[in-house]
């Protein structure tokens, strides 16, 4: 059980509540009209290029620990998710900035989680989202209802593009291996309403 917690700590800590919100494309251009954009960015950006919808793998390092995880993007969740792997509503995050940088892109967010609490995140983003890109943040989390989430947190998340999603899983769903037990599905969509419901 203990297992479990250490997992799911890892996964909120790192994926989830490392959280600058994503905005849908004000443009209202689908990921099926133009190529996967590279991680360069245009001038004047309010969100992150959109990914090439299909299965991507992610690996997030934080605090000495490795969490490996597939999560499957379709048009509409890459439009709802960061490029780090967490669906959050606007009304969640108080501030969100994006802005270009050689290769990529650099944001700030601050957001509140719910009893994942309050994280404020400065990071940056390179590589291709037709392929494979890196993000590296600096987070700061306070007010989490579990006492080893807060504080300061660096993340390193490498992402790769596996293909289509396979039989079985639908956009926003992630699967984890948990060190020692099963492999799990969690839809990234229904833990953010979750999240939402835990700040009322």
Not at 17 to 33: F, I, P, Q, V, Y
Not at 138 to 163: F, P, V
Request: hydrophobic share 35%.
């Amino acid at each position: 059980m203990r297992r479990v917690a250490v997992v799911c700590a890892t996964l909120t800590a790192g994926a989830v509540a490392l959280a600058a919100c994503s905005k849908k494309d004000e443009t209202g251009a689908s990921a099926g009209d133009a190529p996967a954009a590279a991680a360069t960015a245009p001038a004047a950006m309010t969100a992150p290029p959109r990914r090439k919808p299909g299965l991507w793998s992610h690996t997030v390092q934080t605090a000495g620990m490795s969490q490996s995880t597939k999560v499957c993007l379709d048009e509409d969740t890459d439009a709802k998710m960061t490029v780090w792997g967490q669906a959050a509503s606007k009304e969640m995050c108080s501030e969100q900035s994006f802005a270009p940088a050689p290769g990529g892109f650099t944001f700030r967010s601050v957001c509140n989680m719910g009893s994942s609490g309050t994280i404020t995140s400065n990071g940056s983003v390179t590589g291709d989202f037709g392929s494979a890109y890196t993000v590296k943040v600096k987070s700061s989390t306070a007010g989490a209802a579990s006492a080893q989430m807060n504080g300061e947190h660096d993340m390193t998340l490498t992402a790769r593009w596996e293909g289509p999603c396979p039989a079985g899983m639908k956009g926003g769903d992630v699967k984890v291996q948990i060190p020692g037990g099963p492999e799990m599905t969690i839809n990234m969509e229904q833990m953010t309403a979750m999240q939402a419901g835990g700040r009322k």
